[in-house]
Structure formats: C-alpha cells, structure tokens
C-alpha cells in the first residue's frame, strides 16, 4: 500500500538540495488505467512479474494497493526471513506543482505514467514511510504448527492465529 496525500522522506534533487514529494489522490487510478502493463520488481533492480502476470493494482480511498503472487526465490526467501521493508514505485512524465514550505521543496504529482512497483527489501529503504507490506502464505501453509494438524474449524483458526502472533515474535 502506497498512500496518497502523504509525503515522502526527503528525496534528493541531484543538485545538493531535497525536496519532499505527495502524490495526489486519483492519480494511481488514472495510471493502472492507462499502462499497457505495469512491472512487478525487487529493488527496482529484479523484474519478478507485472500487471499482465501476477500483479494486481487498485487505488482506492487509502492509496495505491497492490496484490502479487510472487514465486521468486529471493523475494519468497526475504519474506520468510522478515527482510522485507516496505514497497516503492517508479514513474515517467510527472504533472507536478512545486511549492516551498518552511524552507524545503514540495512536488505535488497530479499525473505521471506508472512503469513498476517494486517490493523493497533491507538492501533499501521506501522514500515513502507511509508504505506498507505484508507476506502472507497459502492457506495450507497455514494448516500446521507442528506435524499435527488441527482436528475441526475452531482447532484449525486458532493454529493459524498462534502461528501468525508466533511469526510477529509473540508468545502464546
């Protein structure tokens, strides 16, 4: 999830200042409508699928959500291992306004061209902090705790439970 109306961290504008930057609402909507395709990555490095494959977007009263199956081993192995840090995107041909707030640049977008969405791992860090990122098993990944599996429905919803406050660091 990438909120809209929230702003970034301080991005470098190359030229030794910062500038932070907010994304208008409706601005993703327009974007996905428009993109032939919209690629899926890793650190913007890694291509790993797109809107044509795996990737489903939507923008809706929160921000830009996004909802991928990835098989790709690095990506699945950072998510098992609690590596992964947020997600991020990337654009061309930004429709901005420019404005200064108490010293500092803001770029309002109204419209930009979407060309991928990248799921971030520890080796970055997501200009925005408002972006969330949640790794979630299949549902028979979820049967088990141990090499028993629950007997009924009830047995079953509290061992998915127990693993999910297990694999937050809880205790039970």
């Not at 909507?29 to 428009?34: G, I, L, N, S, Y």
């Not at 890694?46 to 790709?72: C, F, H, M, P």
């Not at 520890?122 to 028993?148: C, F, G």
């Amino acid at each position: 999830m990438n909120v809209t109306n929230r702003r970034s961290r301080p991005i470098p504008d190359g030229k030794g200042g910062y500038f932070l930057e907010e994304i208008q609402p409706g601005v993703f909507q327009r974007a996905t409508k428009k993109a032939e395709e919209i690629k899926l990555c890793l650190d913007h490095r890694r291509e790993i699928g797109g809107t044509k494959s795996n990737l489903a977007l939507k923008e809706d009263v929160i921000g830009l959500k996004a909802r991928a199956e990835v098989t790709d081993e690095e990506t699945v192995k950072a998510a098992e291992e609690k590596r992964l840090r947020g997600w991020s995107f990337g654009f061309r041909k930004p429709r901005e306004e420019r404005a200064e707030e108490n010293g500092m640049s803001i770029r309002k977008i109204s419209d930009l061209e979407l060309t991928e969405v990248s799921i971030i791992d520890n080796k970055m860090k997501p200009w925005y902090n408002s972006t969330t990122i949640e790794a979630r098993a299949q549902e028979d990944d979820l049967d088990y705790i141990s090499n028993k599996k629950p007997e009924n429905d009830a047995e079953k919803s509290r061992a998915k439970i127990k693993k999910m406050i297990e694999e937050a660091g809880g205790n039970i």
